[in-house]
């Protein structure tokens, strides 16, 4: 009984940490002032969480665009921003995530139309 009454006191008297806050910023700009860039990345980048990897970094750049895995085993990220921010994400693109081995980017032409943020398709 003493050690449930210990187990309950302290339960009670635990305080949740405060939440854990993400900037994203969303650059809004007139389309003839932002750039735009495709890259088709080859390597070990599916089941790596280069998806998810990509749109974080994406979304903190305030980037926007788009992020799809490839039949053939590659990933295709699509975005437009600034021109030092899209040069920046091409940087980060050419690491990738931790667990991924990104062999080459591969230039694509950009999309006409990107989302407002930056999502994942699927």
Known sequence: ??????FLLAC????MPPARQTRVT????PADQETRKAFKVHGIVQGVGFRWWAQREGRRLGLRGTV???RDGTVEVAFA???DLV???????QDGPPAAHVIRLEELAPPEQLPAGFEISF
């Open 1 to 6: 009984m003493l050690r449930r009454s210990i």
């Open 12 to 15: 009670a008297s635990y305080k």
């Open 26 to 29: 969303v650059n809004l700009m």
């Open 68 to 70: 799809r895995n490839c």
């Open 81 to 83: 921003g600034t021109p």
């Open 87 to 93: 040069s920046e994400m091409e940087r980060r693109l």
